[in-house]
């Protein structure tokens, strides 16, 4: 049958891509985005953008089931040698907030298991970090990015936003519904994920340990590469083009590749911020 399909019909088997499901409103603001970067930024504020973001890692961690294969000479003994993939009806997870941009990462928070963003916790423990993170990476004249969740276009969120950052993407900017346009979204979040092992993972201090050593396994020149290629796909969007979706292949060179044998850490802090223990009261 593969013959048949590869030598005779010349088809080729493809993975199928995920992409955002952009309505014709989303599309005139991802255009009009587009054209403000073009006109308000130059190309060299792209590099000073901090791109931020949350995502949940849950105990079950992820299943490729593609990829993710035994070889064994039964299905007993497949079974026996990591052949099965248990998940939880009510998996456990956390939620961790990053920061990207093209000197590496900022260092992580991690909330407590079973807590979410609100606009308090926001303000009192996520905001003032990345101010710091950013500076720290970027110098004073970064440029804050955040989508359009609740707890980031609350009007105290804003507040304090236009308080404290010279600069930033704010709300009426930033198009909804575009993860192909986060940093973090199309290329940081699978990496970290792919580069945890998860077989490691028994409770929630060893996930924050796994997810702390997974952003210290991420190529540096990988992240350095997403956010170049950023600018080139919001080029794109006038044109009509929808950005492509990116896979970490697109984004690993045989030089990265090496790199990442040789599990270079993505910054110089891979310290792991816990919400509790910055400030304990909240998030309660």
Not at 12 to 36: E, G, L, M
Not at 167 to 176: A, G, L, N, Q, S
């Amino acid at each position: 049958m593969r013959r048949v399909i590869q030598d005779d019909l010349h088809l080729h088997a493809y993975h199928v891509t995920i992409q955002p499901n952009i309505q014709d409103d989303h599309k005139q603001r991802r255009k009009s985005f587009a054209y403000w970067v073009r006109k308000s930024l130059r190309k060299k504020d792209h590099g000073l953008i901090l791109f931020t973001d949350e995502k949940y890692f849950g105990m079950d961690g992820i299943y490729n089931r593609q990829n993710d294969r035994v070889y064994a000479s039964s299905r007993q003994e497949a079974d026996a040698h990591g052949g099965i993939h248990r998940l939880s009806k009510f998996p456990k997870r956390i939620m961790v907030w990053l920061g990207a941009c093209k000197e590496g990462v900022t260092t992580p928070i991690t909330f407590k298991p079973g807590e979410t963003l609100t606009h308090k916790n926001y303000i009192d423990i996520v905001l003032p970090h990345a101010f710091a993170e950013g500076q720290r990476l970027l110098g004073e004249d970064f440029i804050y990015q955040q989508d359009n969740a609740t707890p980031h276009t609350h009007k105290d969120s804003l507040t304090w936003i236009r308080n404290n950052f010279s600069r930033f993407i704010d709300e009426t900017k930033w198009p909804p519904n575009s993860s192909d346009l986060s940093v973090l979204d199309y290329y940081v979040w699978d990496a970290i994920n792919h580069n945890i092992h998860w077989e490691k993972v028994k409770n929630y201090n060893s996930l924050i340990e796994e997810i702390k050593q997974g952003v210290s396994r991420v190529p540096s020149t990988s992240v350095v590469h997403s956010v170049e290629t950023w600018s080139r796909g919001v080029d794109n969007i006038p044109k009509n083009r929808e950005i492509v979706p990116f896979t970490a292949e697109m984004l690993q060179p045989p030089q990265i590749q090496a790199e990442m044998l040789q599990k270079k850490p993505i910054s110089s802090s891979s310290d792991i911020i816990q919400a509790d223990i910055i400030q304990p009261f909240l998030l309660r």
